[in-house]
């Protein structure tokens, strides 16, 4: 809805994985390996299709930030603001008209001041502004590690017989334990 909203919708769709794949996420034993189970998502369950269809007009979408970033980077250019790349939030002040936020630039290392109307605290689960706000946080942080792996590889041949756009590769025999007593997600003093 909201890149419905901002007039890029198609954009984004004509981008994105097709919806049709986005809600099967399929458990395997390896990429070739004996399929455990799959699950239907955002949507594409026929039980929820309905729901999500009352909800909103949009599809939901699963679209990487490398190809999300420049569409929204050439449209909110194209509407008269200026983004700038390699640029770290160091702290802000606020008063009636808007704020002020000093920003450092890491290739120079040179540190400067913005004057904006609003500042947007997006950035991430360990945001800069929000400790800075003492936005408080709610739940566990620590619950589990992941990790991504980016590589390219034609394995459609592997996979045919079972499109998805997620696969869950478990291999419990392959499971990284931390030693008794230590909870995951902590590293050894």
């Not at 706000?133 to 996979?159: K, W, Y």
Request: with cysteine; glycine share 8%; aromatic share 6%.
């Amino acid at each position: 809805e909201i890149f419905r909203d901002l007039g890029i919708e198609d954009q984004v769709l004509a981008d994105a994985t097709p919806h049709e794949l986005i809600g099967d996420t399929v458990f395997c034993t390896s990429i070739a390996g004996e399929e455990i189970g799959r699950i239907l998502t955002w949507g594409t369950h026929p039980a929820r299709e309905a729901d999500y269809q009352l909800a909103s007009p949009s599809l939901t979408c699963d679209i990487p930030q490398t190809y999300l970033e420049p569409i929204l980077v050439k449209n909110a250019t194209m509407r008269g603001t200026q983004t700038r790349f390699s640029t770290e939030y160091v702290s802000h002040t606020q008063d009636a008209d808007g704020v002020d936020v000093r920003v450092r630039d890491r290739l120079t290392g040179l540190v400067y001041t913005i004057r904006a109307k609003y500042l947007i605290g997006a950035d991430g689960a360990r945001s800069a502004v929000a400790a800075d706000i003492e936005l408080p946080m709610q739940g566990r942080m620590d619950i589990a590690g992941s990790m991504n792996i980016t590589f390219r590889a034609d394995i459609s041949h592997l996979v045919a017989h079972r499109p998805s756009v997620l696969y869950w590769v478990i291999q419990p025999e392959s499971l990284v334990r931390p030693p008794a007593g230590r909870p995951y997600g902590r590293a050894p003093n």
